[in-house]
C-alpha cells in the first residue's frame, strides 16, 4: 500500500519532514505557560509546516506541533493522490477489517518518570491550568474487547490525577459506563506521540463496534507491533513516544475547567472524568506532541474525521457523492456531488444532516465544478445558480453539539447550491485556456 505514514514511529515522521525542509526548529527556549502556544499561532500563520521547540520551561522534552496541520499531508499519509482524502479512506478502510496487533515478546526499552516530567503547556489566557491536548486516550470496550482511540482534553491536577472530558456520545464515555455498572475503574492508556497511521484512526469516528487499532493496521499494511502495559491489561503500540497508564474511577466527577476549545471560546468549570495516573513512561529521547486547540492541526483533523463519517453514510444510501468538507467550520458542512436527477440535493442535505448529529449545523451541497475548501466559492455558487429563497431552508428546534446547556446550536440551516437539474449546460464556468499552469516567472 503507498501511504506515506508507514514509517515506525512520529520521530521517523518529523526526520522525513525535515528532509523535504517541511519542519521549522525553535532553538530559543520558550516558556511552557502561554508562550509556547503564542509562537506556535505565529508560526502557523506562516505557513503549515511542523514545528520543533528544542528547550521548554520545566522539562527536558522537546515539544513538536503542527505535524498535522496541512490537508495535504493528511492526504499524503493515507496516499489520497488526488487529495480526496474522504474516498481513499473508503477505499483503505471500508469497515471490519485490518490485521490483528502483533504484541511483541520484549518491547522497546522505557524510561519511567512522573507527569510532571512532561512538559507543562499552558495554551490559553484563562484556562484552569496545563492541559494535555494530543493524547489518544487507548481503552477496550469492557464487554466485546474491542479498542477505542480518542481524543479528549486531560487538565494536570497532580502526578497522580487527571481530569477528562469525555462527552456524552463519545465511545469511550459508552466503555466507561459498563465499567462503572459492575463498579470498577475503566482501564485506559494515553499515548503521546504516536505514529500517523494510530493518530488518523484515532481521528476517524468509527461506529462503536469497529476497532479502531485494526483501522490502523488497514492504513499502515501490516501489523502493529504491541508492547503489554506495567500496571493495566493493555497493550499499546511500541512506537509510541510516551504513555500514561491509568483508570477511569467510576461514579467519580470532580471540576474541569476552564479551557479554549474549538469553538474559539472557553469551555466553563464542570464536573468530569477522574484519571488516577498509575506510570508514565517513554522512550529514550522521547519527543512530546502538543496540539494548540482551533489550530489548523486540530481542525484540519477533526475536518477529516467528521467528513470521512459523513461520505461513508452518503455513500452507503445516495449516488454522485463526490466528497465532502466540514470547512471552513466543524459544525458547517459541504457536500460534492455529481447530480443523478431533479431534488438530489435535498436528498443528500437531509442525509448529510442525519450523518452525525453534532455537527452539519449548516450543510451546503455544491457541484462537482466548486472548492469545497473555499467559503467565497461555495457562496458564489448559491448566489449565482438559482433562487435564494427556495434554496435554502430552516429545520427548527433540531438539537445539535452535545455540549449546548442554552440550545445555542440547535436548528439547521440547508443550502442548495447546485445548478438547475435541466439547465446545467446553462451554467459552464468560464476559463481562459492555460491560465491555470502558466509560468509566471517568463513575464514578469
Not at 526548529?25 to 502556544?37: G, H, M, Q, R
Not at 505565529?42 to 505557513?47: I, K, M, P
Not at 463519545?170 to 493518530?199: N, R, V
Not at 442548495?416 to 439547465?423: E, L
Request: charged share 25%; proline share 6%; with cysteine.
Amino acid at each position: 500500500m503507498d501511504t506515506w505514514s508507514q514509517t515506525n514511529s512520529m520521530r521517523d515522521y518529523i526526520s522525513k519532514l525535515r528532509e523535504r525542509g517541511e519542519l521549522t526548529i525553535v532553538d530559543t527556549p520558550v516558556n511552557s505557560k502561554f508562550e509556547l502556544a503564542a509562537v506556535t499561532q505565529r508560526l502557523q500563520e506562516q505557513s503549515d509546516n511542523a514545528i520543533l521547540f528544542r528547550h521548554v520551561s520545566g522539562t527536558k522534552m522537546p515539544v513538536v506541533t503542527n505535524i498535522y496541520g496541512s490537508r495535504r499531508r493528511l492526504c499524503e499519509m493515507i496516499g489520497a493522490s488526488d487529495n480526496n482524502f474522504c474516498r481513499r479512506w473508503m477505499e483503505i478502510y471500508p469497515g471490519e477489517r485490518g490485521d490483528k496487533p502483533l504484541v511483541e515478546k520484549e518491547g522497546r526499552p522505557r524510561i519511567s518518570g512522573s507527569l510532571s516530567d512532561l512538559p507543562q503547556i499552558t495554551y490559553f489566557e484563562k484556562d484552569g491550568g496545563p492541559y494535555i491536548t494530543s493524547a489518544l486516550y487507548l481503552a477496550r470496550n469492557p464487554q466485546n474487547k474491542v479498542a477505542n482511540l480518542s481524543f479528549h482534553r486531560s487538565q494536570y491536577i497532580s502526578d497522580g490525577e487527571l481530569r477528562v472530558r469525555l462527552g456524552t456520545t463519545h465511545d469511550l464515555t459508552q466503555y466507561q459506563k459498563l465499567a462503572e455498572a459492575d463498579g470498577h475503574p475503566l482501564p485506559a492508556a494515553l499515548l503521546i506521540g504516536t505514529s500517523p497511521e494510530i493518530f488518523i484512526a484515532a481521528c476517524a469516528s468509527l461506529p462503536i463496534d469497529e476497532d479502531e487499532l485494526a483501522a490502523a493496521a488497514a492504513i499502515s499494511g501490516k501489523p502493529l507491533p504491541m508492547q503489554k502495559c506495567r500496571t493495566i491489561d493493555l497493550e499499546y503500540p511500541s512506537s509510541t513516544e510516551i504513555v500514561v497508564e491509568g483508570q477511569f474511577l467510576p461514579n467519580v466527577q470532580r471540576p474541569e475547567g476552564p479551557f479554549g476549545e474549538f469553538m474559539g471560546y472557553y469551555v466553563p468549570v464542570g464536573n468530569n472524568a477522574v484519571f488516577e495516573v498509575l506510570d508514565v513512561h517513554w522512550c529514550e529521547g522521547a519527543l512530546f506532541h502538543s496540539i494548540n486547540c482551533g489550530s489548523p492541526e486540530d481542525m484540519h483533523a477533526l475536518d477529516f474525521a467528521i467528513a470521512t463519517r459523513i461520505y461513508r453514510n452518503l455513500v452507503e444510501k445516495l449516488p454522485g457523492i463526490m466528497n465532502v468538507a466540514c470547512y471552513p467550520n466543524l459544525m458547517n458542512t459541504v457536500v460534492q456531488v455529481k447530480q443523478q436527477y431533479e431534488g438530489h440535493a435535498r436528498h443528500v442535505l437531509l442525509t448529510a444532516m442525519a450523518a452525525h448529529l453534532d455537527y452539519s449545523k449548516c450543510c451546503m451541497v455544491v457541484d462537482e465544478d466548486v472548492d469545497i475548501y473555499s467559503l467565497d466559492d461555495v457562496m458564489w455558487a448559491y448566489l449565482t445558480r438559482g433562487r435564494a429563497d427556495t434554496r435554502a431552508f430552516i429545520l427548527n428546534d433540531m438539537p445539535g453539539f452535545y455540549r449546548d446547556p442554552h440550545k445555542d446550536h440547535w436548528g439547521r440551516l440547508a443550502i442548495d447550491a447546485t445548478k438547475p437539474f435541466d439547465r446545467q449546460q446553462e451554467f459552464e464556468r468560464k476559463r481562459i485556456p492555460g491560465a491555470d499552469s502558466l509560468d509566471l516567472s517568463k513575464y514578469v
